[in-house]
């Protein structure tokens, strides 16, 4: 869907007032959103039969058939078959290792007890996964008339990072999202966002021209209120979650669960896995029982510092409208927990039992064995691939350093020799290189971004200097820069310098998702302008569209932008043929979309938009000077 994201992101405030003063009443008015989609299109439903039952009465009234009757008569049964068809809601089954009762009876059995206390549905899949992640999935066999399938998906890098208690308040915050306790009307929201969507996509892929005029208005009207109301609703519910997980496991289990979470999720995405795939250096193949590697790292204390700064980051992460899950920090004030500084050391104290020992058993090992072999033949060909290169790496260096003591290097070779050092030798051995290439060129980014980390990591602060004039001269790192800076200071005890490096990187963060926003779709109440592209370029475009029979018009103009303006979209719209009987007309323009996307090479940042049942929007575009950039010949 859709949506303005900024109307968006002023309605959430004021619904979440709303809600949290009013909650029955606010629970209504989602009902209603939700009842009301679905009234609409089974109000044109309603109506299209009556016209095609009326058409066929009349014939049979008047014993006579005319070929315009049976032509609507194969257009309105195209019709409500468009709209039968969006309404048959499919949901692929989710994937991962399914788990047997008799395999893993304590699991079960946990499973059974946390089920029965919160009045949850029975599951019938439980999977295991390769994510450090739980969740619940329902999968509706019949489409929007239900009969439910209940699968509970539980991630084996969890199960390995928690004990049994912290991860029992894992199960139960997500059982609580279908407990008839709490949230029975949440989770039926939930899946009425879930269902919503793919009706959506149902109607805008699978219809004509004129189902796509019939629905554009009320779902461009629709959709981004239904999607905030029920997204407010799905925040509170995460909330009620976590009050279950209280209810069954306690305050202390429920909240250093959360924080276990936060902290080892960003331990082995950065520390656990970059040291296996360093590995790549040295080994031709990759190590076999990876995951055996993954049990020992997590049931060990972690390094403090490493904890300090993950659980750090962590906290500072302010809540957004980008997804539903409230921070960790506001999570733990909901639940009346304060993190004191001596409880760090108990809260990542070493796991005596992990989660996965106690409710996973005898077959653990063979668990391990599983998921290890399966991420060893997925990523085996690959890995092969990145030893050549690193192989290849080396040779490059040697060539360069040889070269290097005959004359001088331009800075592109220069700029090459020190990330292969960095890459082959390390730090210390890199930082005379960059210094040199500085001295050459003080604005070089990549040699300055490079070097101010260094620094950092050093705790030297002159590399804040460096950073900073990095950031200067590329503003896509400038997120990446503030928060490297960021967590340097923070490092050094000067909060309120890093508290606005924190406020920088969220503030250009914002201006990127609307900038993405800006850029996400084409309107008709867009201004355009004219576009900036060259004529050999634009002739050597006119050459690539006449080979699609199907095109008749085509015009190029460029979008007026609020964010980075400097950074143009360039829209391209095209008028196509269609038949008289084409069925699936959203579908046949995503067709010619990606043809167009994949087989030609357009200039810079291009948005493909399809014309046909935009009449008012060509008008504008005729408008703007050089604008139409072919035109079928023998077409008017």
């Known amino acids: ?90 949901f692929p089954p989710p994937t991962g290792l399914a788990l047997q009762p008799q395999d893993v009876p304590n699991l079960y059995s946990l499973i059974n007890e946390i089920s029965s206390k919160l009045q949850a549905p029975r599951f019938h899949h439980i999977l295991l996964t390769n994510d450090f992640n739980a ?176 659980l750090m980051e962590a906290l500072t992460k302010k809540t957004n409208n980008a997804d539903t899950h409230p921070c960790l920090k506001d999570r733990l004030k909901a639940l009346g927990y304060i993190l004191k500084p001596q409880q760090e050391l108990a809260i990542f104290a070493p796991i005596k039992i992990s989660a996965a020992q106690e409710f996973l058993g005898d077959r653990l090992e063979k668990l391990i064995e599983h998921f290890s072999q ?46 292969l050092t960095l890459e082959l030798e390390g730090e210390e051995s890199v930082m005379p290189l960059l210094q040199e290439i500085i001295h050459r060129d003080a604005h070089h980014t990549s040699a300055n971004y490079l070097l101010g980390q260094i620094l950092l990591n050093k705790q030297d602060a002159t590399g804040i200097e460096y950073i900073e004039r990095a950031i200067d001269q590329d503003s896509s790192i400038v997120i990446e820069g503030c928060q490297i800076i960021c967590s340097f200071l923070q490092e050094q005890g000067k909060i309120n310098e890093a508290k606005s490096y924190q406020e920088r990187a969220e503030n250009y963060t914002e201006l990127i998702f609307k900038a993405q926003q800006e850029r996400s779709d084409v309107r008709e109440n867009d201004n355009f302008e004219s576009h900036n592209i060259s004529d050999l370029e634009v002739n050597k475009l006119r050459q690539q569209l006449s080979h699609y029979p199907h095109i008749i018009t085509v015009y190029l103009v460029e979008k007026n932008l609020q964010y980075f303006p400097e950074k143009p979209l360039y829209v391209l719209t095209v008028k196509r043929e269609i038949s008289l009987f084409e069925g699936n007309y959203e579908a046949e323009n995503s067709k010619l979309v990606n043809s167009l996307l994949e087989e030609n090479e357009l200039p810079g940042n291009v948005a493909i938009f399809i014309l046909n049942s935009h009449l008012n929007m060509e008008k504008k575009l005729k408008r703007i000077p050089n604008s139409m950039i072919y035109h079928k010949k023998g077409k008017k």
């Open 1 to 90: 869907m859709t949506f303005n994201q900024e109307r968006f992101d002023t309605l959430i405030p004021k619904l979440e007032a709303f809600a949290n003063k009013q909650p029955h009443l606010y629970k209504l008015h989602v009902a209603f959103l939700a009842t009301l989609g679905y009234a609409y299109i089974f109000l044109v439903l309603a109506v299209t039969l009556t016209l095609l039952a009326g058409i066929v009465f009349l014939m049979l009234d008047a014993q006579s058939i005319h070929a315009s009757s049976v032509k609507a008569i194969v257009f309105l049964l195209a019709f409500a078959l468009v709209l039968v068809r969006s309404l048959w809601v499919s």
């Open 135 to 310: 969740g619940v999935v329902q999968r509706p066999r019949l489409g929007l008339l239900g009969w439910q399938q209940n699968y509970l998906i539980v991630g084996l890098p969890l199960m390995l990072a928690l004990p049994p208690e912290q991860f029992r308040a894992v199960l139960a915050h997500e059982l609580g999202h279908l407990s008839g306790n709490h949230s029975r009307f949440s989770g039926w929201i939930y899946h009425q966002r879930q269902t919503w969507y793919r009706i959506v996509k149902g109607l805008r892929q699978g219809g004509n021209e004129v189902s796509s005029l019939i629905f554009e208005r009320f779902l461009t009207w629709y959709s981004p209120f239904f999607n905030a109301y029920s997204f407010v609703l799905a925040r509170m519910d995460e909330y009620e979650a976590d009050k279950c997980a209280v209810e069954l496991t306690g305050e202390q289990n429920a909240a250093e669960a959360l924080i276990n979470g936060e902290v080892k999720a960003r331990f082995l995405e950065r520390y656990f896995w970059s040291s296996i795939y360093k590995q790549v250096e040295t080994e031709i193949e990759p190590p076999k029982m990876t995951y055996i590697a993954m049990q020992q790292a997590l049931s060990q204390r972690l390094h403090q510092e490493i904890t300090s700064s993950y």
């Open 374 to 419: 399966a991420w060893r033949e997925e990523i085996a060909t690959p890995w092969r691939q990145k030893y050549a290169e690193f192989q290849k790496s080396i040779a490059t260096l040697k060539d360069l350093n040889h070269k290097s003591q005959k004359q001088q290097l331009t800075l592109k070779e220069a700029s090459q020799r020190a990330f």
